[in-house]
């Protein structure tokens, strides 16, 4: 056991474990690091510069003479004490034009971690700590001899997250970024601008205006505008790959967020860094994919968006290059003067920045390279020095065919003079709309609005065009003339992002009419973003409309589901009458009727549930809106509660349940009997029917529940019981519950009576009195233990009890140096990483229950996709023994307090005025009225449980490291950019199953049986799907079926390939889907506009191979 190992060694400090891993440091010698590329064919790679001439790049952008400018931290993470600050700016030139920096200039130095810098108006924009400042050469010596603080007032709570990233957009104004830990106060002309977390912001140099453009993200790093204007993001802690940045858009973490938007590629790798390929130097092949650093597993993956509704469909593609050297660490990538790819390298084999420590004698302080990718048979493009150009050339080059051209010769416009004359002239000969949309940037980079330019875009027929219109409009609205009747225009156009860009030019216009008009889009096709959007804007600016509604005025006009909108996203009740009589009438669709009694149970009075509880008998669905609204609104309807009895005989369990919550939460007396009687004679609806009585809370519940915990004859009504009334007299369930226990010799906990003893302070010590002198089965004690140490607030006396009662030893959870260096050697050379995914997804271990990979799984705990690749194996292992010690950035578990004693703990999803919403470990969502909670805490103790690998052999705890330790690299454990369907629902054993197989065969397992549960189940990382693993669902005689669906999203004809059909059935819908007898086979499927889900049984009981399902795209 690797409680064993661990017994008899020594508590020591973190760093001591540092000196043992020096020996594993790759050689730092930049020929051998070039030869462990792995490039695409066609592909080279060219060292232009490396230490001792540059150390530690952490940006870097090109000027209009084709300098590379880049910022260097050598005292990153965090300066040691007494030490100087010597970071630095830096200009490379390559004089001779063999691609090799020959020529360095230490622009500036004594700066304190600088993590950005743009060369731009005659000198540099650098980030400097809690400001940005602008340096300047005036005497022609090539270094900075003036310095202006620009902005101040940034944050600096945590080194990796304070300002950084410049990105000149084609507007003139400097975009940059900051992380989830830092608040930052601005001064500015226009007042105070604060963001307290994660976002990006922009800043007009020439005004001094900075604002906000976008909110949340973990650790945004990358930044960049596409060919047409429009913004994408990626996120260096967060794991949804590239992120549409459009105004007003809110991501994960934000602080006090109602509402996010997700990224476009949930799963994908962390990413540092973003850059769009373009020039006549890459293939057409590339040309217009990003490609953004995954600096954790050493490669640079690859995208390609497309147009989809009102935001962008994102998919991986094959890695853009990959390394097999551990120190490389690609943070920033730009296209080249010369067309060329420039990467810079933080090079390090330590990247961790609060997982490791900072003195960490691995880090590297000294060492950086800049690398240049290349295209055989591709020529290079002219390297020019704009500085020496005259402003009729300059603006030439800013319709060049190559980018870079472009944003060199506007950036250079930026320091001239006299500008305006010239360009006016220039662009009123334009005629297509590629060179307008330039000219109109090149007006807005000059601080100036070209109106001709900007209306002959709106009405172009390439709605890209229209789109960068609008963008223009955003930023500059008021010297727009007739800019409102352009933006009622757009708000009705065909394409979905013009669309969305019409919401936004709104959302800058507060005035009365500007939600109506942005509803208007309601009148089209609404996908999430766009639903975002107009949920946004009806928030932010209901001061400007909602008076003159209320004032009875008519807003909306006929417009009944932008009415219904607008309550929802306001939850406010505004006007009901005419959303009744719409429904009696039988005037809405299915949706809008669903979204109608969704706003009435959401805002509704009493009076206003009693008309709606009317509607249930035809409409049981609003019997789950009635439980909301009794849960987190503590409303129920004014009268007409006796028609709640007829539900409680219905057959469909879903309704069942439904009415037995309603008539414990509204406490309605004539039901307890109907509960009685379904919790101890209907096994189908005991569980229902026994939260119903619970929820009463009384003392004949109590008596009830205590009878039957102690004398039921049937085991799953005593455990019920139980666990029921732990949850209202705990002091009076635990000896049953100890006596419960003390059967479960396995250590599973099937039942989950932890959990309902974990809720409270009060139910937790009333288990451990129970305990007292009594003996618990070792497993199931150290199960207790597991899941009392995740509990927020750890009960120490329970897990005291626990102890003694399970006669468990205290383990030590961190090993000396010596045994630590034996351990990661035993893990290199002993540990096979098959066997080790194998006990990972082990369900006693949980670590499929809080982690994904690569988006499949829980997204409780941080995704794994690249931990290998990114963490030492030191630090894996010290995780999985003691997971207090670091909890990673964006993963603390929140802690709500009830007023009445509970508590609950998890991930927090989502709060608003009305409820918080937290998943625990289980996956199980909790919601919790405002009016219920006492606080909201961050608890200092990690979800993952101290201990969960006690019950390993040191053999199997080998192999899990060593799993760990591969995921990301290349190899079997690097997620593929395929379009493998990795993410299912399982079917659990149910028996109806059984005859329904006699009956219907497979088809069984395909239709909507309301009684069928499912639960979560990822495939392995290569996306192999084990029939072996899943739930065994039996049918007639000694077949056992393993049962699977998923959905497909994609929309029109779609192709899926399958490894091998053998014993394997495929439905879509209710439809079987006819296949092969055996082999593997491509067959199509027929999508539509909603998400489709199909069902697949294979024979578990024949097959032992694999199924693997991959979306086959053209």
């Not at 003036?146 to 080194?159: A, H, I, K, M, W």
């Not at 800043?203 to 945004?220: D, H, V």
């Not at 973490?253 to 949930?266: E, F, Q, Y």
Request: with cysteine; charged share 25%; aromatic share 6%.
């Amino acid at each position: 056991m690797i409680t064993r190992l661990l017994l008899a060694v020594s508590l020591t400090t973190l760093p001591t474990f540092a000196q043992r891993g020096l020996k594993d440091i790759p050689d730092p010698d930049p020929i051998k690091q070039a030869a462990a590329f792995n490039l695409p064919e066609g592909m080279e790679i060219q060292l232009v510069a490396s230490d001792p001439m540059i150390a530690k790049p952490v940006q870097m952008n090109f000027d209009s003479r084709g300098r590379l400018w880049l910022v260097s931290s050598g005292m990153y993470p965090h300066i040691v004490p007494g030490a100087e600050e010597n970071d630095k700016v830096l200009i490379l030139e390559d004089t001779n034009g063999d691609g090799i920096a020959d020529k360095r200039t230490v622009f500036a130095d004594n700066l304190h971690i600088p993590t950005a810098v743009l060369p731009a108006d005659g000198g540099a924009y650098v980030a400097n700590s809690t400001e940005i400042i602008f340096l300047k050469d005036t005497d022609g010596d090539g270094k900075a001899d003036q310095r202006r603080v620009v902005l101040s007032g940034f944050g600096t709570e945590d080194t990796h997250h304070i300002v950084h990233t410049f990105e000149q957009g084609p507007d003139g104004m400097l975009y940059f970024l900051q992380s989830i830990y830092i608040h930052s106060h601005l001064e500015t002309p226009y007042g105070v601008r604060r963001l307290m977390g994660g976002g990006i912001w922009h800043f007009r140099p020439e005004t001094q205006r900075a604002e906000i453009l976008s909110k949340g993200l973990i650790n945004p790093w990358g930044f960049i505008f596409d060919e047409h204007g429009q913004t994408f993001a990626t996120d260096g802690a967060g794991g949804h790959g590239i992120n549409d940045i459009f105004p007003r858009s809110v991501f994960r973490t934000s602080p006090g967020a109602k509402r996010i938007v997700d990224g476009l590629n949930p799963g994908q790798p962390k990413l540092c860094g973003l850059e769009i390929l373009s020039g006549s130097h890459v293939p057409e092949k590339f040309r217009g994919v990003l490609i953004a650093p995954d600096f954790r597993g050493h490669r640079i993956n690859a995208y390609r968006l497309n147009p989809e509704g009102s935001s962008y469909n994102s998919t991986r593609i094959d890695d853009f290059l990959s390394s097999s050297h551990r120190a490389f660490r690609p943070i920033d990538v730009k296209m080249g003067p010369d067309g060329a790819l420039y990467i810079a390298d933080w090079y390090n084999p330590i990247i961790q920045h609060g997982e490791v420590d900072f003195r960490d004698a691995r880090r590297d302080h000294s060492r950086g390279r800049i690398w240049r990718v290349t295209f055989k048979g591709q020529p290079l493009i002219e390297k020019k020095d704009f500085s020496k150009f005259s402003i009729k050339e300059l603006l030439a080059h800013t319709i060049s065919k190559e980018r870079i051209h472009r944003e060199q010769a506007r950036n250079e416009l930026r320091t001239r003079t006299d500008v305006l004359p010239e360009l006016s002239a220039w662009s009123s000969k334009l005629t297509d709309d590629f060179s307008r949309m330039q000219a109109m940037w090149n007006h807005q980079a000059v601080n100036h609005t070209a109106i001709n330019l900007i209306k002959s875009l709106i009405a172009s027929d390439d709605p890209r065009y229209r789109a960068a219109a609008l963008r223009v409009i955003y930023h500059r609205h008021e010297e727009v003339t007739g800019a409102t009747n352009i933006i009622k225009k757009a708000i009705n156009d065909p394409n979905g992002r013009v669309r969305l860009w019409a919401v936004s030019c709104l959302a800058q216009m507060p005035g009365p009419d500007s939600v109506p008009t942005a509803l208007q889009a309601l009148n089209h096709p609404v996908d999430k973003t766009m639903d975002f959007a107009l949920w946004s804007i009806v928030r932010e600016h209901q001061e400007h409309w909602a008076p003159k509604f209320e004032a009875g005025k008519p807003v909306f006009g006929d417009k009944l589901p932008h009415l219904i909108f607008a309550m929802k996203a306001l939850g406010k009740t505004l006007s009901l009458e005419s959303i009744f009589t719409s429904l009696d009438n039988g005037s809405l669709t299915p949706t809008e009727r669903k979204d109608a009694i969704s706003v009435i149970s959401q805002v509704g009075s009493a009076n206003n549930l009693s008309r709606l509880f009317k509607l249930a008998p035809k409409e049981p669905t609003i019997l789950n809106r009635l439980v909301t609204a009794a849960q987190i609104r503590k409303l129920q309807p004014a009268e007409g509660q006796e028609q709640l009895l007829p539900f409680l005989d219905s057959k469909k369990p879903t309704v069942f349940a439904s009415a037995a919550k309603l008539a414990g939460l509204w406490k309605f007396a004539p039901a307890r009997n109907k509960l009685v009687t379904a919790f101890t004679q209907s096994p189908a609806k005991r569980q229902a029917a026994a939260e119903g009585l619970r929820l009463f809370g009384d003392e004949e519940t109590i008596k009830l529940f205590l009878k039957l915990s102690k004398k039921s004859p049937d085991e799953a009504t005593r455990v019920i019981a139980v666990k029921e009334l732990a949850k209202i007299a705990p002091d009076r369930a635990a000896a049953s519950a100890v006596a419960l226990l003390q059967q479960d010799k396995e250590g599973k906990d099937e039942h989950s009576l932890f959990t309902s003893f974990l809720q409270s302070a009060r139910a937790s010590t009333s288990l451990a009195k129970a305990l007292e002198d009594k003996t618990l089965p070792s497993k199931i004690a150290t199960l207790g233990l597991q899941r009392a140490g995740t509990s927020g607030r750890p009960p120490k006396d329970l897990m005291a009890a626990l102890q003694l009662s399970g006669k468990l030893t205290p383990m030590s959870q961190q090993p000396s140096s010596a045994d630590m260096t034996k351990l990661i050697e035993r893990v290199r050379t002993e540990g096979d990483p098959h066997r080790g995914e194998t006990i990972y997804r082990r369900a006693d271990l949980q670590c499929i229950a809080c982690h994904a990979i690569g988006g499949v799984g829980s997204p409780i705990g941080p995704d794994l996709v690249s931990i290998g690749a990114s963490a030492p194996v030191d630090y894996l292992i010290t995780s999985l023994l003691n997971p207090n010690d670091k909890i990673k950035e964006g993963y603390h578990t929140t802690l709500v307090s009830e007023k009445n004693g509970n508590a609950h703990t998890g991930g927090l999803i989502s709060e608003s005025d009305n409820e918080v919403i937290l998943r625990d470990y289980a996956g199980k969502m909790n919601r919790i009225a405002r009016s219920d909670i006492k606080d909201i805490t961050i608890s200092p103790v990690s979800m993952m449980p101290p201990g969960l690998t006690a019950g390993l052999r040191e053999d199997q705890f080998v192999d899990l490291v060593r799993f760990l330790s591969e995921l990301g690299k290349d190899g079997d454990f690097k997620v593929s950019a395929k379009p493998l369907i990795r993410d299912f629902m399982a079917l659990k054993p149910h028996p109806r199953t059984v005859d329904g197989m006699g009956h219907y065969g497979t088809a069984t397992f395909a239709e909507k049986f309301e009684g069928y549960e499912w639960q979560i189940y990822g495939s392995k990382v290569s996306g192999e799907l084990l029939p072996s693993e899943l739930p065994q669902v039996r049918g007639r005689g000694h077949n056992t079926w393993g049962v699977a669906r998923f959905g497909i999203t994609q929309k029109g004809k779609v192709k899926l390939k399958i490894n091998d059909t053998n014993l394997l059935d495929l439905f879509a819908g209710k439809t079987e889907i006819i296949l092969p007898e055996k082999g593997p086979a491509i067959i199509e499927l027929n999508g539509n506009d909603d998400p489709q889900h199909f069902t697949l049984a294979v024979n578990s009981a024949s097959r032992q191979t694999g199924v693997l399902l991959e979306i086959v795209t053209e």
